[in-house]
């Protein structure tokens, strides 16, 4: 396979902040339609990995390969149109404004500053914003301000904000993290349906929710890839098993 | 938020809000007052401009400049230079040794006009100056801090050491631009005199009416997706930047747009008060103008035009009978502001005046006025089917 085949390709991919090592020479590759988890112990490196895929953090050395553009030159909303969409791990929308207009502003329209002057409120967007707040249990809460969701239907909120965009490849950055066990179970049934029609990179430390979703798991520890593979292969790997058991 | 047509707007709430300060600027106060005291209102509105471009700036994108007396002074400088060589003709200063320069130029040892000065001849120049010099200024701050991420207190900073780096520049190079003086003695805009209580009553209404241009500039803005953008920002900038928006663009209309506000002010000032000079540029006077604007209600418009005229309006009241507390009424005033109502005035009529209105015009509440200030979770009754749990 060529190296553009991939939807995303990321080789040797180093940051390091101070002289310390975050993400090591890391390299993997995602194929369209794919549903990664990336899983490892906490300072593994994950978050960082989706801050360079996403542009808030700057490599080091090495590159990432985008739908054959190179993501590591562009800027933080070049990469956004050019297709990648970022959850982060703290739910962060815009308080003040309502979930209708938090997801009005992820629509992908109007992106310059005379385009948000003339944007319209179409029927187009309406349908647009309607059909993801469904998606998203918030069909209700439209008018609501942002700042009074629960934590879970904030996190929700971003993973619609995303949606909305119409990316071709989601990251989720622990999406259940700090849900209660009704919001995880509605949170799995959501992703569910995103999984089908998006290509989709996640963090994730539930091991049964890593089972029922990933195509392939990458496991990190101490910014390089540990193991990577199915699930059972990565649950048996001794290496695996080392370093989550081994103190 | 939806356009609905101006006669419909005017009776809604906020259209009445409007009415309202119409009905204050065009016909009581120029009623009320003799055309001394108008004329300082007058002077306090050109302030207001100030304000209302903070409002948007500081209030709605969370952008805090120290350094507006920067743009007004460059807007009141451009009139003020086309002005003074109006009142500088060969005939006027015959008895200089270079006649036909403003005075100030001549004590100097300038001998020539510097080539500057030389467009101020054209007033269409000038007033495409007013706009663009502050404008132009504000982008180049804006690019280079915005682009490199500066913000916050650094911002300010920065804002604030520009202040005073043109303040002494302004003092410094006393030939051309009249030095700590300013430039003084204008007499007359295309030959008509604007030293005549008649002229100073007109220009207060122009003053009034091109007030009413940018509020209007200013809530076309506001209630645009670019709008809604700002308050974004605010909040989660960095979400905005992962949304897919260039967020220094954003910042920098904005910042262009709140300069050129200021711009338009200077000007104004300038014809109504007859002067300029760099004690409305530097920190003090800039600081000032963020004190009408957290006073009025640093996200309301109107509530900036009200924290200018009131501020200001005490402050001519303190100084006639006390000059030298008004500094310390001020910072008082500003703190206690920030303590006890951080949303100003409008945020306290908000709270405490608009539930009157409601009940004596029996209107339904306002379901959701056009939001201007940040939902305030402990402000609010949670509905039933929603939990807050906070992080
Ligand atoms: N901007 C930064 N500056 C310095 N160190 C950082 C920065 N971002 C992350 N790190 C460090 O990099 C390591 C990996 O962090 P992170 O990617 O958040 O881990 P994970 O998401 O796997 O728990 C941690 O040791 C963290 O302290
Ligand atoms: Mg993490």
Redesign the interface.
């Known amino acids: 396979m060529n190296k553009d085949d991939f939807l995303l390709a990321v080789e040797g991919l180093t940051v390091s902040f101070d002289g310390f090592k975050a993400v090591d020479d890391l390299s993997f590759y995602l194929e369209p339609q794919e549903i990664r988890v990336i899983i490892g112990p906490n300072g593994a490196g994950k978050t960082t990995v989706l801050d360079l895929i ?1 542009g ?1 953090t700057r490599a080091t050395a090495g590159s990432i390969r985008f739908r054959g553009k190179e993501l590591t030159k562009m ?3 070049q990469i ?2 050019a297709g990648v ?2 959850k ?1 791990q ?1 739910p ?7 979930v209708f ?2 997801l ?3 629509y ?1 329209m ?4 005379m385009g ?4 319209k409120r179409d029927a187009a967007v309406i349908e647009a914003v309607e059909s993801v707040a469904r998606t998203i249990f918030l069909h209700d ?1 439209l ?3 942002a ?5 879970g239907q904030k996190q929700w909120l ?1 993973i619609g ?1 995303l949606l909305i ?1 119409k990316p071709a490849l989601l990251m989720l950055d622990e999406p259940v993290a ?1 849900m209660s066990v009704a919001e995880r179970k509605k949170t799995a049934e959501l992703l569910r349906v995103i999984t089908r029609d998006h290509t989709v990179l996640v963090i994730e430390h539930d091991m049964q929710f890593v089972g029922d979703i990933a195509d392939r798991v990458t496991v990190m520890h101490q910014g390089k890839v540990l193991s990577e593979g199915s699930i059972d292969h990565v649950k048996n790997d001794p290496r695996v098993i080392e370093v989550y058991l081994g103190h | 938020m939806k356009s609905s047509s101006p006669l419909s707007w005017l009776k809604s709430r906020e259209g009445l809000y409007y009415l309202a300060l119409a009905l204050l600027l065009v016909v009581i106060l120029p009623l009320a007052l003799d055309p001394f005291r108008l004329n300082m209102v007058g002077k306090y509105l050109t302030y207001a401009f100030v304000a209302i471009g903070l409002v948007m700036c500081w209030g709605k994108a969370g952008i805090l400049s120290l350094g507006q007396g920067v743009f007004f002074g460059l807007g009141g400088y451009c009139m003020a230079m086309f002005l003074k060589l109006e009142a500088s003709t060969p005939e006027a200063t015959a008895h200089q040794s270079t006649p036909g320069i403003p005075d100030f130029m001549d004590w100097n040892q300038v001998t020539a006009l510097p080539w500057f000065w030389e467009p101020f001849h054209s007033f269409s120049f000038t007033l495409i100056a007013v706009l663009l010099v502050p404008g132009l200024l504000a982008f180049i701050i804006g690019v280079a801090m915005f682009k490199r991420r500066v913000s916050g207190v650094y911002f300010a900073i920065i804002t604030q050491a520009i202040a005073s780096i043109l303040t002494i520049l302004i003092i410094g190079q006393q030939g051309y631009t009249g030095g700590v003086n300013g430039i003084t003695d204008l007499q007359t805009l295309m030959g008509w005199s604007i030293r005549t209580d008649a002229a100073k009553t007109t220009l207060y209404f122009v003053g009034v009416g091109t007030l009413f241009v940018c509020l209007f500039v200013a809530r076309w803005v506001q209630n645009s997706k670019f709008g809604r953008i700002l308050v974004a920002m605010r909040d989660q900038e960095n979400r905005v930047r992962f949304s897919g928006y260039d967020v220094a663009a954003f910042k920098i209309f904005i910042f262009c747009l709140a300069a050129m506000f200021a711009g338009v002010g200077g000007a104004l000032f300038t014809l109504q008060v007859g002067f300029m000079s760099p004690s409305f540029v530097g920190i003090v006077p800039s600081i000032e103008m963020v004190v009408f604007c957290a006073l009025g209600g640093r996200y309301s418009l109107l509530g900036g035009v009200y924290g200018a005229l009131l501020v200001n309006a005490a402050k001519s009241g303190f100084s006639e009978s006390f000059p030298e507390l008004w500094p310390y009424a001020m910072g008082a005033l500003f703190i206690g502001v920030v303590l006890a109502f951080p949303n100003g005035l409008a945020g306290l009529y908000r709270r405490y005046v608009m539930p009157l209105e409601d009940r004596l015009f029996s209107r339904k509440p306002a379901a959701r006025p056009a939001r201007p200030e940040p939902a305030r979770r402990e402000d609010k009754t949670l509905p039933d089917h929603l939990s807050v749990e906070k992080p």
Do not use: I, W
């Open positions: 996403c808030k800027k933080e909303h956004v149109h969409g970022r982060f703290n962060s929308v815009f308080e003040d404004l309502t207009e938090n009005e502003v992820s992908p109007g992106h310059t500053v948000s002057l003339a944007f809460l008018a609501e301000p700042g009074l969701l629960s934590h971003e904000m965009q700090g």
